[in-house]
């Protein structure tokens, strides 16, 4: 049952994402490794400030936040715990949210949970915070949107799947390789529940230089289609398509907390 309940995370409704301007979108992600053991406390961390991003999503500093759990059996090469992502209506807001003192966050959490958790719980989370007491390592990405697709099936819920992962543009065409042909694909072949393309304008120093473009997508288990009668032409495009990126490695990661669509 759990899996003909498909959902996706995005950050807007089917009807907001075709309204969007999704050149204009910024999100902000982190990948993070969490100290040894402590992944459960991490998570009850993680939905304190989903209080937080709530009040901000209705006051339109955020289009959305996600926390994805990433599962560390799905392949050989993942390095990292979770994926943390925050979507911005535009660079400007991004900046506005980044320019924010400690001081000013730490007031909007008291704010945020005054009359709904206990000042003991506030205390020690603010506390937690400001320790760092579970992020071993964060390696961070600035996103720029460059294309999104949403199914009309798709509805937000915690529990979906997706699939990370980090491509090394090869080419000049490989964009339009992704947009004008890969994605096609994809809504034809009901294959995706959900696909976005994203340009890596900015990253810290430890993330991963090689990449130039991120890729999440939600794959549809409930689609069997293959191309198996492709002509010449196509043949020819999709390996061509393939030779203007290189994949670098991707993650499974399930979705466990999130603030969407108010």
Known sequence: MKNTIIALYLTLSFSILNAQDWSSVYRQVDEITV????????????????????????????????????????????????IIINVYENEQKMKEMNSKSAEWWMNELK??????????????????????????????YTNKGIEAYLSQDAAPQAGIV???????????????????LFLPYHKSGNTRLYWE??????????????????IFEIRNPESNSIQSDLSFAEEM?????????????NMEAELVHFAFGN
Do not use: C
Request: proline share 1%; charged share 35%.
């Open 35 to 82: 100290n040894e053991g402590l992944e459960s406390d991490y998570e009850k961390f993680e939905a304190f400030w989903k209080t937080l991003k709530n009040k901000h999503l209705k006051e339109g500093k955020i289009l959305g936040w996600f926390v994805w759990k990433v599962d560390r059996t799905s392949n050989n090469n993942t390095w990292a715990d979770y």
């Open 111 to 140: 704010l945020a949970h005054k009359g709904k958790t206990k000042r003991s719980i506030v205390k020690k989370y603010v506390k937690e915070t400001l320790d760092n007491k579970y992020k071993k390592k964060i390696a961070s």
């Open 162 to 180: 997706s699939n990370y992962i980090g491509v090394e543009q090869l080419n000049e065409d490989y964009v339009d390789f992704e947009t004008k």
């Open 197 to 214: 393309l994203n340009e890596i304008v900015d990253r810290t120093d430890n993330a991963y230089k090689p990449v130039t473009h991120i």
């Open 237 to 249: 495009a999709i390996k061509y398509g393939i030779a203007s990126r290189k994949f670098h490695g």
